[in-house]
């Protein structure tokens, strides 16, 4: 097996880590961590798919890519944590154990699921491609049982990561343009979720969506 | 050759102990204490050794078997995992799963002990240990199955001679989750932190120690040396399995002696490790050991698909 196979292969295990870790964790901050850690393993995805197809535009796609979801984007959901303890401890629905086991069903479903677009192809990328299926459903399982704010908001980024594995995995990655008005679009997301989360604390003192349940004076 | 396999069993008969004082000993100087010496363990065992047997009463054959059956245990598998050279002379019994299943033998034996004596802490160790037990052996099978599809088979020797040629194998995903699942395993197996505290004199925190609460004497000697046993055919086995620089393939004396250097370094490297993260780690609540368990099962199973998958 070539270098670049065995360093997509690193890449793509790292990525599924992170996932993983995300879902673990209680902490937000501890979180927050290992979405830096994702977004650096999705990087090097990137860089390892730019030098294997050599397309020098993949290399300035992986720089957009890093600085947005290992620098921006962490350290905006960071800055949105108070110190305050009932909003670093998620609150799952299900118990981390069981939620790992789900992760544990979810990443068989995501092999199983996507068989047939890996037997299109025999290179590594297409070898690694269930890896972002199984982020995405990790993704959506954290957004569906968190009942915190901020931890959906991890776990739409989580999701986001997922999707965008995917795209370069499948396909090389998308056109620069296209990558830069998701990038914006996921950008003003979180801005939005930010200022959101912040007006939900003021009115209401918490950020457990739980307890919005029915209209108030 | 069955020699080989004796050297190891005894190897690790008399170097066990010595593991565990070079573990407590390392503890005691990072807290800041004199501590008492690498081979308090073996003077504790001597001591013990000369004083006179006691039983319990109401306590029956569960009670006896038990220490002799974990010496017994640690030793066979000392003799079946490849330690020194990948040519033990037990062939086909050398089986990874045959070896697992051994040290889970032991675990069953001391629990049915602590059940035997009666008492509320034999009872409640034995409920808690077996909680962790029957946690951590599917995390076990599964990671045992990710290193075998590589090979195609669960003997050991298989298993580290087709590491051992193929090095590059060790930086892949599915053996870096596998270790990683494993060794979250053997510190739940041997009853280090945060599974266990093998330092706690406080009941309520025991797991261990409340199983064997009522031995004494020659009984309370086996067990200490069966727990030292196996905690060094566990680390002896991880380091088999993911770091087996230095195994020997053949029989020759020279490579048997580097062999012995290399098992001496990397045991005594990962005992320091455990003992040095043990100074800054504290016991986690026994209602979140199941999530760690879980959370090792996790890793064996994404160790499995990636070796199926992505290999």
């Known amino acids: ?217 | 050759m069955l020699a080989i396999s004796l050297v190891q069993a005894f190897l690790v008969l008399f170097g066990a102990p010595l593991l565990v004082g070079w573990m407590r000993q390392l503890r005691s100087r990072l807290e800041g204490r004199v501590g008492a010496g690498m081979l308090q363990p073996w003077r504790d065992l001597v001591k013990l050794l000369r004083k006179a047997p006691q039983q319990p009463e109401g306590t029956g054959p569960a009670f006896r078997i038990a220490p002799l059956l974990g010496v017994a245990c640690g030793g066979v598998a000392a003799a079946a995992i490849p330690l020194l050279s990948t040519r033990t002379g037990l062939g086909a019994g050398a089986d990874l799963i045959a070896v697992v299943a051994l040290l889970t033998l032991a675990t069953a034996a001391l629990a049915l002990a602590g059940l035997d004596t009666g008492t509320a802490f034999g009872g409640m160790g034995a409920s808690r240990e077996m909680t962790i037990t029957a946690l951590a052996e599917p995390a076990v099978l599964t990671a045992v199955f990710a290193l075998a599809t590589r090979v195609g088979s669960t003997n050991l020797p298989a298993i580290v001679a087709a590491t051992l040629n193929h090095g590059a194998r060790l930086a892949s995903p599915a053996t870096l989750l596998a270790a990683v699942a494993l060794g979250v395993v053997v510190l739940a197996e041997t009853g280090r932190l945060p599974v266990d505290n093998p330092a706690t004199h406080l009941e309520l925190t025991m797991m261990h120690e409340a199983m064997v609460l009522e031995y004494s004497g020659p009984d309370l000697a086996l067990i200490e040396l069966g727990a030292a046993m196996r905690l060094t055919v566990l680390l002896g086995l991880w380091s088999a399995l993911f770091a087996p620089w230095g195994i020997a393939t053949g029989t020759s004396v020279a490579a048997l002696a580097i062999a012995l250097a290399a098992l001496v370094a990397k045991t005594a490297l990962l005992g320091a490790l455990i003992a040095v993260g043990e100074v800054f780690m504290a016991k986690l609540r026994l209602f979140r050991v199941p999530e760690l368990l879980a959370g090792s099962f996790l890793l064996a199973v994404l160790a499995v698909t990636a070796s199926f998958f992505l290999a």
């Open chain 1, 1 to 217: 097996m070539s270098t670049d196979a065995d360093l997509l292969d690193l890449a793509a295990g790292l990525f599924l880590l992170a996932a993983v870790a995300i879902l673990w964790r209680r902490d937000v901050v501890a979180q927050t961590k290992w979405l830096i850690v994702q977004g650096a393993a999705l990087t090097g995805i990137a860089v390892v798919l730019g030098a294997d197809e050599r397309h020098p535009e993949l290399y300035a796609v992986a720089a957009g890519i890093g600085l947005l979801r290992a620098v921006v984007l962490p350290a905006l959901v960071r800055r949105a944590i108070e110190a305050r303890s009932e909003d670093r401890e998620t609150a799952p629905l299900i118990n981390i154990g069981a939620s790992l086991l789900a992760a544990a069903a979810l990443v068989l479903l995501a092999y199983a699921v996507t068989q047939p677009l890996v037997r299109l192809e025999a290179t590594a990328a297409a070898r690694a491609l269930p890896v972002g299926f199984a982020v995405v459903l990790i993704g959506l399982l954290v957004l569906v049982t968190r009942r915190k704010a901020l931890s959906q908001i991890v776990g739409f980024l989580l999701l986001d990561n997922g999707i965008t594995a995917v795209a370069f995995l499948a396909a090389a990655g998308v056109p620069i343009l296209v990558e830069l008005g998701v990038s914006f679009d996921l950008l003003l997301a979180v801005l939005v979720l930010r200022v959101l989360t912040a007006r939900l604390r003021a009115a209401f003192g918490s950020v457990d969506l739980d307890e919005m349940r029915e209209l108030h004076d």
